[in-house]
């Protein structure tokens, strides 16, 4: 199954100083609090306050809102019956 990786940071300020952040989410089991987290962080940090603005400038920020899909989409309680495990 595919993993999303979402980078943000500045593209106007060379990269060559700023720090790298990694941010993961949903390790094992259907954690989907943390899938959320990540999403409004992202959310956040695409945003015009004035802390994400200068977050952009210092850091490239990865996140992985959901590094093991598979017990997200498969394998928790709230299975969609109607989708194989074989797509």
Do not use: Y
Not at 9 to 33: F, M, N, W, Y
Not at 76 to 87: K, M, T, Y
């Amino acid at each position: 199954m595919p993993e999303d990786l979402v980078k943000i940071t500045d593209r106007a300020v060379s990269d060559a100083d700023k720090q790298i952040g990694l941010i993961t989410t949903l390790h094992c089991g259907p954690e989907r609090t943390g899938t959320s987290g990540a999403i409004a962080f992202i959310e956040w940090m695409l945003s015009d306050d004035p802390l994400a603005v200068e977050t952009r400038r210092r850091q490239i920020i990865l996140v992985m809102p959901i590094v093991n899909p598979l017990p997200l989409f498969h394998t928790d309680r709230w299975r969609n019956e109607h989708r194989s495990l074989a797509e």
